[in-house]
Structures are given as C-alpha cells and as structure tokens.
C-alpha cells in the first residue's frame, strides 16, 4: 500500500502540500475550483510537476477565481495554449475554462459550490465520478477522486498515524460522518 505520507514529508514540493492542504476540509469556492482544476492538469502527469508549476497556473488563470476564468474567451484560450508555464494541453484548458462556466451555474442553483458538493455528501467513490462526470468536463476516476480526498469528503489522504492527520481530525472532515474506507494513494 503507497501513501502520500511516506514520501511527502521529506520532499520540499511535496510536504507543505501534504502537512497543510491534502485532506483538510474546504469551503471556499475559488479553492475548491483550483484544486479541481490542478486535479485535472495532473492527470497523466506527476502531482510534483503540478505543485511546482502551480504558481504559474494560478498566474496563468486568475488566481482560479471562476467568475474571471468563465469570462476567458479565443485570445485567452490562445493566451494560454503559448504560456510555456502552464501544461499547454488543449483539452485541460478548455476543461478549465468551461468547468468555471459551469461552476457558475452550479453557484446560482446551489448558492455556491461547496454547498453543492456537500448536498451530494455522502456518496461512494463510484457514485461521485459519476456525479461529477455528469456536471462538468474532464472528470476521471482519478480525478474526482483526488479531488474529493484533497477536499476532505474521502478517505484515505492520510494514514491514520500521519502527523497530519492529528491536525486533519479536529476539523471533522466529511468522510469521518460516512462509512466509506480509505483507499490508499499512489
């Protein structure tokens, strides 16, 4: 079984993500639509190429604030597809950009998207991609799934002896009120 905890705590890319952000309970929706939208730029990529990059992408796409990204029209697309700081992949931008158009609808229906994420709470891993298969656009098993652990709504961001989950367990992440069983990370 490979866990986060074993090799993130000695990595300087890694352990500030690890020890302060993966498991920890969000409510803000501009940090939930960043962490969606490195979620998908991870896919197919490794997390620490991400981390080191996230920087540019927040740059690169207004600091994740989806009302500005749902405005991004062809120049910015084509801004963004010539910024060699970014993961310049077609499909993941306009993922991006569509994503926050539909986390808008998502925020009038709901009153935002945490609230929506927590109205769909709880749910097996299974029923989640599918869910959010449905709402927005690039949405994997990993994916969703990453997403769903960074953001405290599944388990398995931590081993149960990890530092970090002391810190974690305080805040009373969703998946400690559901019945779900970790599943350990890659």
């Not at 960043?34 to 190429?49: D, H, I, P, T």
Request: net charge negative.
């Amino acid at each position: 079984m490979n866990w986060y905890c074993d090799v993130a705590p000695d990595d300087p890319v890694h352990a500030p993500y690890h020890d302060n952000e993966y498991g920890v309970p969000v409510a803000d929706d501009v940090v939930l639509f960043e962490r969606l939208c490195l979620e998908v730029f991870q896919a197919g990529l490794s997390w620490k190429l991400i981390l080191k990059k996230r920087p540019t992408l927040n740059a690169a796409f207004a600091g994740f604030d989806p009302v500005k990204v749902a405005a991004f029209d062809e120049n910015d697309r084509a801004r963004l597809l010539a910024d060699p700081g970014i993961i310049r992949n077609r499909l993941k931008v306009d993922a991006t950009i569509e994503n926050a158009r539909r986390l808008l609808v998502l925020q009038a229906d709901h009153g935002s998207f945490a609230a929506w994420i927590a109205a769909q709470h709880p749910l097996p891993k299974d029923q989640w991609v599918k869910r959010f298969r449905k709402t927005f656009k690039f949405m994997g098993g990993e994916v969703v799934g990453e997403f769903l652990m960074s953001i405290g709504y599944l388990p398995g961001a931590h081993r149960e002896d990890c530092p970090a989950m002391e810190r974690i367990r305080p805040l009373d992440p969703p998946w400690m009120r559901g019945k779900m069983e970790p599943e350990p990370t890659a």
